[in-house]
């Protein structure tokens, strides 16, 4: 972005800042490229994700939110595999140098980078029309990671918090009339806005957990990516679906919370042995409900039973990036 001071005096003022001290960082933002000391006994684990305005997210998002989410749904990424997040690579396209907008989406990045110790250690802007990329990388160390390819039939199917808080939330967002600041509405466009990337979970079940993928896109299309690369299909209890109470009151409906994008829970398969006490417990432990909603079986596809038993297949459309043309 050379104009305005030029590239190099921007990223000093906005994001020097996000090389938060963390080991192993030799060299860091304002070089070509960053020098990372890695640790020997693990695994890498890398993922990259763009957010365009007017496709992934309203082009009203409050900056500080945009910071927050670019960051967190890569780290959402990370949490799927169970890795531990620790770097970071910041890709951000504007029409024009913004220092008030930087300065505010810098602040919502760093507020979360610093909560999970992650480094900003390089990155780019450019001009063109809005959009940030970010590459995370982080480390699975003594263990295989998670994948999406290990479910067995007999697995229980399990889901971190609520589903279809975010779809309800852009929703109201972007049909906004009345307020969006306050009460369950605000408590909705905030899991839009800022997602919980669920790290601690990602990692507290990585040696039991046969798969896992992180709902990007919704349950249903994103359990059913689970399913093709493991070759098996599934059930869901359609009434065991966690939904939350602002979600209930504000008109949420189970299409939302099956098909609705933009949640970034993390969706686990677990072996039969498993007990609901156990992820009871642990989900009091990481502050973060863990639910059962189906059962892996062998047959293949994707089916719902409703609440007196009926069984169905369900489609799994989610929310698709390429659906449509769009
Ligand atoms: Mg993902």
């Known amino acids: 972005m050379p104009v305005g001071g030029g590239e190099a005096a921007l990223i000093r003022r906005h994001f020097h800042a996000l090389t938060a001290q963390r080991d192993g960082v030799e060299l860091g933002v304002g070089d070509d490229a960053a020098l990372l000391d890695v640790a020997a006994d693990g695994r890498l684990a890398a993922c990259c994700d763009t957010l365009v305005a007017g496709v992934h997210f309203p082009a009203d998002i409050p900056p500080e939110a945009l910071g927050h989410r670019v960051l967190a749904v890569n780290l959402s990424d990370l949490a799927a595999v169970g890795a531990r997040p620790a770097w970071a690579l910041l890709s951000v396209t504007l029409p024009e140098p913004d220092r008030a907008w930087l300065e505010r989406f810098s602040a919502g990045f760093k507020t979360l980078a610093d909560r999970y110790g992650v480094a900003l250690v390089g990155g780019d802007t450019t001009h063109g029309p809005t959009a940030v990329s970010v590459t995370a990388l982080g480390w699975v160390s003594d263990a295989m990671g998670l994948r999406r390819s290990g479910a067995r039939p007999g697995d229980g199917i399990w889901v971190t918090g609520t589903l279809g808080d975010a779809a309800r939330g852009l929703e109201l967002w972007q049909g906004r009339d009345g307020d969006t600041v306050s009460g369950d509405p605000a408590y909705l466009v905030g899991r839009l806005f800022r997602p919980e990337p669920r790290l601690a979970a990602g990692q507290a079940l990585l040696d039991t957990a046969t798969s896992a993928i992180d709902i990007s896109d919704g ?108």
């Open 219 to 326: 349950l249903a299309a994103d359990l059913a990516r689970v399913l093709e690369e493991s070759g098996v299909g599934a059930t869901l209890s359609l009434p065991a679906l966690p939904r939350s109470p602002a979600f209930l009151a504000e008109g949420g409906t189970l299409r939302h919370a099956l098909y609705g994008g933009d949640d970034y829970e993390l969706c686990l398969t677990l072996p039969p042995s498993v007990e609901a006490e156990e992820m009871a417990r642990l989900g009091e432990r990481l502050m973060t409900p863990l639910t059962r909603v189906g059962t892996v079986e062998a047959t293949p596809g994707l089916r719902g039973e409703d609440a007196d038993g009926a069984v169905s297949a369900l489609e799994p459309e989610g929310y698709d990036h390429f659906a449509g043309g769009a």
